[in-house]
């Protein structure tokens, strides 16, 4: 395909892309709303795609550093399966207190893109992609037994901090040209949870800041794209682009200061104990 980032916003899309309770009806009635709605709304000429999805390439990357005392993996590449529509990932990331290092921790981001074959037939039409994400974000921050900031009228500070997070998006791609997008008129906001504890010291006053220390959050729900095509050529041949990326981070470090203990960690799972990111169905009218 050749394109690594969103053109619209710049934003990366690829640079090297407990358990499964739902329902049925669950699963449905949101796909069940659009389809009742779409025909009405854009014309009668409607085309519905669901798992398997024939001819879907999955591109994915894997990155991760680590520095001092910390580790970061991923513990499974981003995935996507035609016969299911699930796509997923898992990464993980943790950092420790080291007397000597004053910087403690790691990062891994998992990425995936998924071209997904459309046939759009007229110059215009609309595209309707609803998925259902099942999420685990999950993170762990311990405070450390002493913080001891050298001189308080200066500067010095103990921080611990986790965060795991999960953004993606989708859009339509001319893919004989390679030259012509169409984006959702909607963003998928995704989820984040951060967690951190502080004390800091600046100019003879100290203070002490913690958001969330230890959080294990479960982020479930349904999101509908819809992108509206105009001027497509409809000799030529066309892809859906559903991309996400799951990140987590920790860091345990201190400046100014001698710290004893502390630990951080966070925890990303899209893939596993029906986890994931679903493809539900793709509505073409």
Known sequence: MGRTTNPRTGRLLISEPPRMAWA???LLAPILVLLLVAPAAI?????VLAAPYAGAVPVSSSSSWVYGCGHATVWKAGFFKASSGKAGFIARSSGTDCASITSNGGQAVATLATWVPLPITHKTASVIAVIHYRVWLAGHVV???SCGVINTSTYGYCHVVAYAALYGGAYLVDTTTDASFWWPSNDWAGATQYYSDGYYCYGGSCQTSTTSTTVHNQVTGTFGFWINVTGA???????????ATGSTGADVYHYGATMVGGNASAYINAASHGEGIYLASVTIA
């Open 233 to 243: 050529n409809a000799a030529d041949r066309f892809a859906l682009v559903l991309y």
């Open 143 to 145: 405070k450390w037994t």
């Open 24 to 26: 049925p009806s669950a």
């Open 43 to 47: 014309g009668a000429h409607v085309v």
